[in-house]
C-alpha cells in the first residue's frame, strides 16, 4: 500500500497541503514570492504554525501584492508587529518588504519565475528519495540560489530555507518513492 512522506502525519492541515500543494510545480512569480516569504517566516517555527496563519498573512500582506507590500512604509510595520494573526518579527516583515522590492526589480529585469526556474533550466529536479532520511536539509543547489537571492535583496533566505522552498515549490520533487503523489507530481513537468 502507498503511504504519504511522513513528514506530514495525520494532522488534516498537513495531508490537506500535502495532497494539493507540496511539490506541485508553481510557474507564476508572485505566488512563488509569496512561499518564500511564508519560508522565511517559518524560519526556527514549524511548518503547520504557518499554514495555520497564511491567511491572516494572506490578509495582512495585501494578498502577497509586491507593489504594495514594496511600498510599506514604518507605521505598516508597526501594524503589523500588532496583528496578532501572523507572525510578528521585526526582521522578518522588514525581509517581506524588502524582498517584495526585490522581487520587482527581477520581475522588471528578467521574470522572478525565469529567474529561479533558470537554476534547474526549467525543470524539476526528480531525486527520486526512497525515505526520509535521504532527504537533505539542504544542497549545493540551494546553497548557490539562497547567495544569490542574498545579493539580490532578499532576507531570510538560507541554504535550509531555500531548500524547504524549493520542494515545496516543485522546483525539486521530493516526495519519497511510493507516496502517490510522488509519480503525479513527477507528470506536472511542462
Same mark, same amino acid.
Given at each position: 500500500m502507498?503511504?504519504?512522506?511522513?513528514?506530514?502525519? +495525520?494532522?488534516? =492541515? @498537513? &495531508?490537506? @497541503?500535502?495532497? +494539493? %500543494?507540496?511539490?506541485v510545480p508553481e510557474y507564476d512569480g508572485r505566488a512563488l514570492w509569496e512561499k518564500l516569504v511564508l519560508d522565511g517566516f517559518q524560519a526556527g517555527l514549524s511548518w503547520i504554525t504557518i499554514l495555520k496563519k497564511r491567511d491572516a498573512f494572506r490578509l495582512?500582506? %495585501? +494578498? /502577497?501584492?509586491?507593489?504594495? &507590500?514594496?511600498? /510599506?512604509?514604518?507605521?505598516?510595520?508597526e501594524r503589523l508587529l500588532q496583528n496578532e494573526g501572523i507572525v510578528r518579527h521585526r526582521g522578518k516583515i522588514n525581509a517581506a518588504i524588502k524582498g517584495a522590492q526585490a522581487f520587482l526589480e527581477i520581475e522588471k529585469q528578467e521574470g522572478f519565475a525565469k529567474f529561479i526556474w533558470s537554476y534547474v533550466d526549467g525543470k524539476p529536479l526528480q531525486e527520486g528519495r526512497k525515505s526520509m532520511a535521504d532527504v537533505p536539509a539542504f544542497t549545493p543547489l540551494s546553497t548557490q540560489l539562497s547567495k544569490d537571492l542574498k545579493k539580490r535583496? /532578499? +532576507?531570510?533566505?538560507?541554504?535550509? =530555507?531555500? @531548500?524547504?522552498?524549493? %520542494?515545496?515549490c516543485g522546483i525539486v520533487n521530493d516526495h519519497i518513492v511510493g507516496c502517490p503523489r510522488h509519480d503525479a507530481v513527477q507528470k506536472m513537468v511542462k
Open positions: 502507498e503511504k504519504r512522506c511522513d513528514w506530514c502525519g +495525520n494532522d488534516p =492541515i @498537513y &495531508v490537506k @497541503y500535502h495532497d +494539493n %500543494e507540496w511539490g495582512a500582506f %495585501e +494578498n /502577497f501584492d509586491p507593489v504594495r &507590500v514594496a511600498a /510599506f512604509t514604518d507605521d505598516d510595520v535583496g /532578499f +532576507n531570510f533566505c538560507g541554504p535550509t =530555507i531555500v @531548500y524547504a522552498w524549493m %520542494e515545496a
